[in-house]
């Protein structure tokens, strides 16, 4: 039997907005298996608690059937081992981002060899898309209905009433 293609999409995301969704559309048209993962971080950092996180993004990839919604803590690389999976998802929306992308790529391969990062392209119309900013907006009173998904728009503005 041919070995099933275990990709894992990392991030904060905090929250999950359409860029990364529409990677996620993508990706598992590629791949077997996509397992999308929250990294735990301390919470002061992040604006959401891991388990909203979890929550907003399994919500968000409902409609796709191969992909699973997880978290981890330490090194990706060990979350991978852990998994079976030999691949790793980041998107690269700008050339801004290559240079962060391209470290934490060699550093991962460094650490496990056998893992290889791929790295996809989200639709251009969200090439200015990010987490930070869509939570700026949205704290200012913006309209961010098109950025993200229906629930995280909605929890976005329980926050700020
Ligand atoms: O959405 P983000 O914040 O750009 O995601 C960054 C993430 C979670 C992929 C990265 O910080 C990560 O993999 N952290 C886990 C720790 C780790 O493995 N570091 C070594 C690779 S540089």
């Not at 891991?50 to 978290?71: G, H, M």
């Not at 090439?127 to 009173?141: D, I, M, P, T, W």
């Amino acid at each position: 039997m041919p070995e099933l293609r275990v990709a894992i999409y990392p991030g904060s995301f905090d929250p999950i907005t359409n860029g990364h969704l529409d990677l996620i559309e993508r990706a598992s048209k590629q791949f077997d298996e996509l397992i999308v993962a929250a990294l735990q971080h301390d919470s002061k950092r992040a604006t959401f608690s891991l388990e909203e996180r979890l929550e907003l993004v399994r919500d968000a990839v409902a409609p796709f059937a191969n992909v699973t919604v997880d978290s981890f803590d330490g090194l990706l690389v060990d979350f991978a081992r852990e998994k079976g999976a030999k691949l790793i998802l980041r998107g690269i929306r700008a050339i801004s981002d290559y240079e962060y992308e391209l470290q934490m790529a060699l550093m991962n391969r460094k650490l496990e060899p056998s893992v290889e990062t791929i790295f996809m392209l989200p639709s251009a119309r969200y090439s200015y898309l990010s987490s930070r900013l869509v939570k700026e907006v949205a704290s200012h009173g913006g309209d961010i209905t098109s950025l993200v998904p229906p629930c995280v728009a909605e929890r976005l503005r329980a926050i700020q009433r």
